[in-house]
């Protein structure tokens, strides 16, 4: 009896022991008084601002990454795909870009037709450009977030459980077809005008996280380029989330994006291309199901961006300025309840993590871009784009440049039992908030 007491005794504690080790309490403990935000507020003080003013010298390009086999290649977005490859292709994905160069000063925007731009794809994209002096600094990423785009490119079981089995040769030709975009878009750099403009959507969108009791983020807006010899780019921005096609949906395709960019280059646009914005708490509306839908949408977007840019203003001389800021992270600790997260140890068995991020902030004359690693709150990036606007200027604020944090929704949602503030939600409780005061400060210092 005694050695049974003995046994159940040392089962008991070893599993208090594994409880103890393996579970964090949640902490509340306001961002502005972590170590990790006093680091960004120290790296910010040493940021220096990228500044030039004259004529504008714009380059595009755009290359196809569609696989040359669907064999063993999943598509990334739903885990109930459960890593299964793709059927086949609806139609072909791309990455593209746009340089522009003021002076001597040179950044390049790019968005590929996928997920997330993941670390793994971002780090050897820019080992790459060292070849042509280009510095991480230059480069503008986004993705236009398709959950039905070329997978194989995560590591770690989250990263597979959203995007099949990694194989490095999938990744090697995304990362060639980045590289070939960046430096096919400076290559063609020529003389070039530039305006933007937006409208509103509102029947194309919907908070998906709490539906009429929250903001609707409802504005698309694009950039407009034109070169003098009459070639012209878009980039247009929209905060729906691109899941028209669901976890059912086995064919390669941009989603409604690709309908909007197809559209455009099917009338009179060279080259169009596509940054996600606010998606992290907005969804799609629209007529039709799946792939129709998909068409509805991106037509309907594409309609009022052609309407618009026929009797648009454009300007040669601009004023550049861009500026990248460290975000440096608390420790990776994944969500299990309401008050209790899984301890750093287990969390970095299951997603790579992230210590630093950065957020990004480009300027042409009264047009602010601002980049950031996550699915961005729409309502956030709507009270964001409000204040820029009350300073005089009109903004983009876009997810996925390069790493991926989860989600960065408001503190007010944290406590809802929702697959974006619970189930990704991977840094705390302040994320959103921290990165709307990293961003209000990059743009007060531009």
Known sequence: MRKILKIVSIIIISLFVLVFFSIDKISFKPYFE?????????????????????????????????????S???LAGFGNREGKEMEGVHDSTFAKSIAIQVEDKLVVMCSVDMLIIPLEVSENVYSELEKYNISSNQVYFSATHTHSGIGSWGKGIVGEMFAGAYNELVVDKIVKGIVKS?????????????????????????NRLVGDKGEENSGCSFLYFRQDNGKTAIISSFSAHPTVLGG????????????????LEGNGVDMAMFFAGGVGSHGP??????????????NTLADSVLLKIKNIEVEHQVKLKALTAEVFLPKL?????????????????????????????????NFVLITTPADFSGELALNISN????????SVISSFNGDYIGYAVPLK??????????????????MGEYFSDVILRLSNGL
């Open 34 to 70: 972590t170590e990790h935000y006093a680091k960004t507020i120290e790296a910010f003080k040493e940021s220096k601002n990228v500044e030039a003013e004259g004529k504008l010298y714009a380059g595009f390009s755009s290359v196809n990454i569609t696989p040359d086999t669907i």
């Open 72 to 74: 063993n290649i999943p």
């Open 182 to 206: 960046i430096s096919g878009a400076i290559s063609d750099l020529k003389a070039s005008s530039f305006s933007h403009s937006g409208f509103e959507a509102p029947q194309l969108v919907k």
């Open 248 to 263: 059912s949906n086995m064919l390669l395709s941009a989603d409604y994006p690709g309908y909007l960019q197809r559209k």
């Open 285 to 298: 509306e629209g007529l039709g199901d799946n792939f129709a839908k998909a068409e509805y949408i991106g």
């Open 333 to 365: 600790k994944m969500r299990l309840s309401d008050d209790y997260q899984l301890s750093n140890f287990w969390s970095k068995k299951l997603l790579d993590e992230s210590e630093r991020v950065y957020v990004q902030s480009l300027v042409l004359s």
């Open 387 to 394: 204040s820029l606007y009350k300073k005089g200027y009109y």
């Open 413 to 430: 949602y944290y406590h809802l039992q929702e697959y974006e503030t619970h189930t990704m939600s991977w840094y705390g409780p302040y």
